[in-house]
């Protein structure tokens, strides 16, 4: 008997050291240390160059790494004048996409700090189509600043405030890996090809454009913005469940309680939207919130990382169609981390097809068919 697992589900495809989910309990770990810590203690650069090198930095190695991220920042003059010349109304993972297999053509030799200068180099491309794309000149990246202070800055053209640039740096570290999700998987099947760094960069973002994996957090947002009153929400969920319609931001393929991650971009959300213009929205997804927990908890299902995460993106400054990009802008360095793990012992990914068709059909000439 063969068993057809769709979507792979519980199959396992290699042993890892960089994050482990506990979906029973809500906890996710990378390299050990718990999300709850990371986000509190760390740091975008500490916790990169924790799931690159398996290590916590020293005081040394983390302030050559972060020297380096800086230096990297700066993208091709020929980059700048392609996206400079493309249409302002495309999807943006696209630019990204087609920007990372830009910078895999420039590519000569083996460059041994390829992805750290990968790292450093999306977000200065995001925030330089985001700013062409509201009509504004784009803004050099600084090599005085932090890689989420500078991200914003790039973005806004002037310097963030404290909390805005912890925020940001919060949220990517909470979505830089997670495990064995389709786009690591994506990226790993193209690596194991013994393709280049580029190919399986660009494979993982490939996948991440789709709506069922990076799409998901402005699809909340827009939900929290259909309701507009936090004192519709309860009715709204009610009837959208009735109509049998989904929760967005609500379940997990893996996690059965809620989304540690969604805990913590929770309270982020909370802070950075508090006396805003985004305070009633943060308001009205707490509300939802409550009112889906009711009705969807005995199932297992409780908010996700994308509930949550659309709101502290948009109250960032970053436009909605924007925010899968922030996700590939952290998520690759899980990419890279899991890739180098898997071709320590690589095997070239294979899998099969149970087929059902026929087999001798005889064939017949076509003037008889």
């Known amino acids: 008997m063969v068993e057809i697992k769709k979507g792979l589900e519980d199959v396992y495809v290699k042993e890892t050291e960089i994050t482990y989910i506990d979906g029973q309990l809500g906890r996710l770990y990378y390299r050990g240390y718990s ?24 005081k040394n190695e983390l302030e050559d790494y972060s020297n380096k991220l800086r230096k990297y920042r700066t993208i091709p003059d020929n980059l700048k004048t392609f996206l400079k010349s493309l249409p302002t109304n495309l999807n943006p993972m696209d630019v990204l996409r087609t920007s990372m297999s830009y910078l895999g053509m420039l590519e000569r030799g083996n460059d041994p700090d390829a992805q750290i200068r ?6 200065t491309i995001i925030a330089y189509y985001h700013r062409i794309t509201d009509g504004l000149e784009p ?4 090599e005085e600043l932090g890689h989420a202070e500078n991200f914003l800055y790039m973005l806004k053209g002037k310097r963030p405030t404290k909390e805005e640039a912890n925020a940001l740096d919060k949220a990517l570290i909470l979505h830089m890996d997670h495990e064995m999700n389709a786009s690591t ?30 799409g998901a957090n402005y699809e909340a947002l827009k939900m929290f913005m259909e309701v507009g009153d936090p004192n519709k929400a309860e009715e709204y969920v009610i009837e959208r469940l009735r109509s049998g319609k989904r929760i967005m ?8 309680t809620y989304d540690p991650r969604a805990r913590i971009l929770k309270n982020i959300a909370r802070e950075i939207t508090k ?27 409780f908010p996700n990382v994308d509930f949550y995460s659309g709101i502290v993106f948009y109250a960032l400054g970053f436009r909605p169609e924007f925010f899968p990009t922030l996700f590939a802008s952290a998520r690759v360095v899980g990419w890279m981390a899991q890739v180098n793990e898997y071709l320590k012992e690589n095997r070239i990914i294979r899998p099969k097809a149970l087929y059902k068709g026929e087999v001798g059909k005889p064939y017949k000439p076509i003037d008889e068919r």
């Open 35 to 58: 999300i709850f810590d990371l986000a509190e203690f760390s740091s975008f650069e500490e916790t990169s160059y924790l799931l690159l090198y398996g290590t916590l930095p020293t």
């Open 118 to 123: 990968v790292i450093a180099s999306i977000p």
């Open 139 to 142: 803004v050099e990246p600084s």
């Open 185 to 214: 998987f994506a990226a790993i099947v193209v690596a194991s090809t013994l393709s280049d760094l580029y190919s399986a960069l660009v494979a993982g973002i490939a996948a991440l454009k789709g709506p069922l994996h990076g």
């Open 249 to 256: 931001g609500f379940g997990h393929r893996v996690y059965r």
């Open 275 to 301: 006396n805003t213009q985004y305070e009633t929205l943060y308001e009205i997804a707490e509300r939802i919130e409550q009112a889906a927990i009711k009705l969807l908890s005995g199932k297992g299902i």
